[in-house]
């Protein structure tokens, strides 16, 4: 699986960004998706994940009720909907793919198999 990440920018406080992350591959229905960020002198750490259907998403605590998580799996897509951005969301957001994945391990790094290139996202004060 190939990850293609996409539409970070830079945005004032309080804002909106809509991410995507465009997969080749015809199994791309079968992975856990999942987006994660990189601060700059900070570890990664993850953000938001959907299961294979997208029914079920997982959110960290730092940006739930901001961050929506969705996928198209006609467009082998998945998207990262994000608002009332605040400047510490500043970072580089990766999104990534698993298929060995369970609730355990959902927001592990190590889960996942395949990554994107990173996309920057910058929020001003």
């Known amino acids: 699986v190939q990850l293609q990440a996409s539409g970070g920018g830079l945005v004032q406080a309080g804002g909106s960004l809509r991410l995507s992350c465009a997969a080749s591959?015809?199994?791309?229905?079968?992975?856990?998706m999942g987006w994660f960020r990189q601060a700059p002198g900070k570890e990664r750490e993850f953000v938001a994940a959907?299961?294979?259907?997208?029914?079920?998403?997982y959110y960290a605590d730092s940006v739930k009720g901001r961050f929506t998580i969705s996928r198209d799996n006609a467009k082998n897509a998945v998207y990262l909907q994000m608002n009332s951005l605040k400047p510490e969301d500043t970072a580089v957001y990766y999104c990534?793919?698993?298929?060995?994945?369970?609730?355990?391990?959902?927001?592990?790094?190590?889960?996942?198999?395949?990554w994107g290139q990173g996309t920057q996202v910058t929020v001003s004060s």
């Open positions: 990534a793919a698993g298929s060995r994945i369970i609730t355990t391990t959902v927001r592990m790094i190590k889960s996942y198999d395949y």
């Open positions: 591959g015809r199994t791309f229905s079968s992975y856990t």
């Open positions: 959907t299961f294979r259907s997208g029914s079920t998403t």
